[in-house]
Structures are given as C-alpha cells and as structure tokens.
C-alpha cells in the first residue's frame, strides 16, 4: 500500500522515532491506514523516509506496544483490525425507497426500486463485467446497448429504428443540453409551462431563448405555439408536471406544424413505459421521424445511477450531436450501458417492466382511493399525480403541513416556468409521486396527505 505522506522535523528536538510513531498513528486515526493494511517494512519504510532502520523499528515497536498494530511473523506488520480511538464504520443503508431527509418520499421523479429483483440485478452487473475492457471509448455507445435500445423501442414503445438511428446519452436531461449546443445560440425553443426546469436550464445554460408556452389537461398547447421557433420540446406521455396524455389529434398537428416551421421536436419520454388502462399513443418519433428528437432513459423504469439513455434522431441532427462530442472529448460512460444490455438480454428487463407497471397501478389506484372526493389529475400514466389547489398559499400550507408530518411532497409553483400569477389557469397544486417510497411507507402516508389536502380544499369549496 502507499505510505501516508510523512513529514519529520530533522531539526527539532524530539526524537525521530517518536516523530514517526505519531505520525503512523495520526494516519490510522485519520483513515489514511485502515484495518488491515500492510506496513512497509522497516528496511523500505527507512529507505524511502532517509532514516535508519534503528529509527523505523523504535517507531514500530512503540505502535504494537500500544495495539496500533500487530506484527505477523514472517507477514509483516498490520493495522489493527479495531485500532484505538478510530471511528467506527458508518453502517449501510438498505433503502428500498428515496431519501429526502427522512422524511417519506412522495415528490415525482423517483423510481419504484422496491420491486426490482435483486438477483437479476446482480446479474446483469456481472454479465456487464463479462467482456474485457475496452480500449478505445464509443462516442455513439456501444453496438449491443444500441440494437437493445431498438428492441426496447419496438417492443414497448412502438418505435420501429434502427441501430445507426440510436445514440446512447448519459440520460434525458444531458441529452437535451447536449441538442441545446448544436442550435444557433439565441435561437427560441419553445418549452411547456409549467414544465421540467432541468431542461429549461439546458437550453438557457446554450445560450437560447425559452419561450414558454401554456399546458391544459391534454398537455402542450399546440395552437398556442409562436412563429420563429428553432425547437419545441414537450414530454407528450405524461406531461410534466401536469401529467396530460397529448392527444393523437395534437401531436398530429405538432408534426405538421414542425416540417410547415422548420423546426425539431424534443420529445421526452421520460417515463413512456408506465401507463394504465388506456390504449398507447403513437410516438411523435413514430408520426414525424424526420423532424423528431426523441429521448428515453432507464433513469425512471430502473435507476438514474445507471447514467443510461438513448437518442433516436433524424441524421442531420445525430451527427451534429457526434460533432460536438468528438470536438468536446465527451461520451456517455458505457458501463450503464452494459447492465441495461444485460439486464434487457436476459428477459429481466421485460419481466421488470411487467412488474414495476403492476406495482405502480396498485399505489396508484390506493392514492386515488386515499384521495377519494378529492380530484386528481395525470393519473393514466407515469408516477406521479397532481392535485390542484386554489391558491399558492394553499399550496405552502400544504406542503409544510406534510413536513411536518414526516412527508415529502412537491408543488407545482417550483415547476413554472413564468412564475405565478400563471400563464394559465390552475398553476397551483401539488405534485404527488407514488414510486419514490417503499409500498408501505405509501399506505402509512396516504390518511395523512388526504387530511391536509381535505383541510386546505375545505377553506375553498370551489377549488379543483
Ligand atoms: C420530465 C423529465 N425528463 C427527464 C428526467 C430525467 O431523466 P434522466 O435521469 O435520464 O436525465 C426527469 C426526471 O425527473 C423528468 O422529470
């Protein structure tokens, strides 16, 4: 192991072993040794330290005369396995759920890992180890996390693409900031309102103009849209936050009005595998593949610390994509990209999906059941619901009122993107997310949500 660097006074009066002694001790107590760890010898320690060996062993045999460590004869000498006075290990979490500062997580965006299978998880993480490292890095991701991509889209979102179509991304909102760079800076780009601010901060951070345009029920306006845009971008399948299915009419329209325009289309399918009891909609990837960027992403379905998504795009637009990131030096980590191959290989990917979607339509039917009387929108896909709220102070009250109760909830005033008074009506509400916590926390949570929300519905009769 490397020794901690050491510093002696040469000068000083204290003698040199002492010196060494406490500084050997001093990297034990602060971590830089561990239990365990090999010492050098002697002979090494005084060579590389230009002392005597009479100095290094003085120093040894004064940290074993105080259990610092332990000599093994002909093994040399050791850490300690408990040595005096260093911390303890902090002892691992097995969370199932979020953590948002113990309290229970209930805001939207987190995944549902309580249902995953441990042991095809583990799976897949070895089979990603199988083949040998590679040498060069692949800008455009990995051939097999590329063809499991068009397998994925085919089989579970409709989109027919080929392999050259596919681009691996770190994920959704690095994927956006990445198109963001290959626009005319100052260019418009046209966002939902409210809508996702991580993607309003990629396209600000580029250098272009958002243009917020108002959401209903449905989702993005689409009439609502102003001339002179270089792009749109929109999360059709369950609007974010406001959790709309863009109707096959709209995004119909949408297309048309692109190729009419001249401009791309972002479509976000952050979370495009969850829906229930309603018939899918066709992808605007699928109705307009010549004018559509369209964004996946395993961060919802499995987890977001696997940094792995995908890219289906027009050419023009994927090889300005692979311009900038040769000229940047910058790829998407391709280990992510193996568990997801590998995981999607195995037929656990599918079996997951499976199971993730019948976990979240039994929160979700318990949410709205806790919530009875109570109207909740966005509630045919997704993770989350929204429950409106007659003013913003409603809204503060609420969700205080749940932190006080242990809950972590999300309003909608954090996701405008023209803050309030709004672009449209009912800008005030909450943003309910039932995959974030365990099964249970959800159950113990809900009579309490309900009851605040009640309270605070009550004060205005009227309010949806
Ligand atoms: C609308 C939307 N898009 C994208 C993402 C994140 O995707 P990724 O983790 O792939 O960046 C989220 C996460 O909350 C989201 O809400």
Redesign the pocket.
């Given at each position: 192991m490397d020794v901690p660097p050491i510093v002696l006074d040469r000068a000083g009066g204290e003698p040199l072993a002492a010196q060494l002694a406490a500084a050997l001790r001093g990297a034990a107590a602060g971590g830089a040794l561990r239990a365990g760890d090999r010492l050098p010898s002697t002979r090494a320690l005084a060579a590389t330290l230009g002392l005597s060996r009479t100095v290094t062993s003085a120093a040894y045999e004064q940290l074993l005369a105080e259990g610092w460590v332990e000599g093994r004869v002909g093994a040399g000498t050791y850490v300690t396995t408990a040595p005096p006075a260093s911390p303890a290990p902090a002892p691992a979490r097995a969370a199932a759920g979020g953590s948002a500062g113990g309290l229970v997580m209930m805001r939207?965006?987190v995944p549902c890992t309580e249902v995953l299978d441990r042991g095809a998880w583990r799976r897949a993480w070895r089979a990603a180890a199988d083949p040998a490292p590679d040498a060069e890095p692949r800008p455009e991701g990995l051939p097999e996390f590329r063809a499991a991509v068009v397998e994925h889209l085919l089989r579970h979102r409709g989109l027919p693409a080929a392999p050259e179509d596919v681009l691996a991304t770190g994920?959704?909102?690095?994927a956006i900031a990445e198109i963001a760079r290959t626009l005319p800076a100052g260019s418009a780009v046209a966002v939902e309102d409210p809508g996702?601010q991580?993607?309003v901060g990629g396209l600000r951070a580029a250098g272009l103009r958002v243009v917020p345009v108002p959401v209903d029920e449905a989702g993005l306006v689409v009439e609502a849209l102003p001339a002179g845009l270089a792009a749109v971008y929109c999360?059709p399948a369950h609007q974010?936050p406001l959790g709309g299915r863009l109707p096959a009419a709209r995004r119909v329209a949408l297309v048309e009005r692109a190729r009419a325009d001249g401009f791309v289309v972002l479509e976000?399918d952050?979370d495009g595998e969850l829906r229930y009891d309603v018939a899918p909609l066709p992808l605007l990837a699928a109705l307009g593949p010549d004018i559509v960027a369209h964004l996946g992403?395993?961060?919802?379905i499995l987890t977001?610390t696997l940094g792995a998504?995908w890219l289906v795009a027009p050419r023009a637009l994927r090889e300005a994509v692979a311009r900038q990131r040769d000229r940047t030096g910058t790829r998407p980590a391709p280990a992510g990209q193996r568990v997801f191959t590998a995981f999607a290989a195995s037929g656990d990917l599918a079996r997951h999906l499976r199971r993730v979607r019948r976990e979240l339509a039994g929160r979700r039917a318990e949410v709205v059941e806790a919530l009875a009387g109570i109207a909740v929108r966005g509630d045919e896909a997704g993770a989350h619901v929204v429950i409106g709220l007659p003013d913003v102070t409603a809204e503060r009250t609420v969700l205080d009122a749940a932190e006080a109760a242990g809950i972590a909830l999300d309003g909608l005033q954090r996701h405008l993107v023209t803050p309030a008074p709004g672009p449209a009506a009912s800008t005030a509400g909450i943003v309910l997310g039932y995959a974030g916590s365990t099964r249970a926390e959800l159950r113990a949570a809900l009579p309490a949500v309900a009851t605040i929300l009640r309270a605070a519905l009550s004060d205005a009769p009227d309010a949806r």
């Open positions: 939207a965006g994920g959704s909102t690095g996702y991580r993607a999360t974010f976000d952050y992403t395993a961060s919802k977001p998504g």
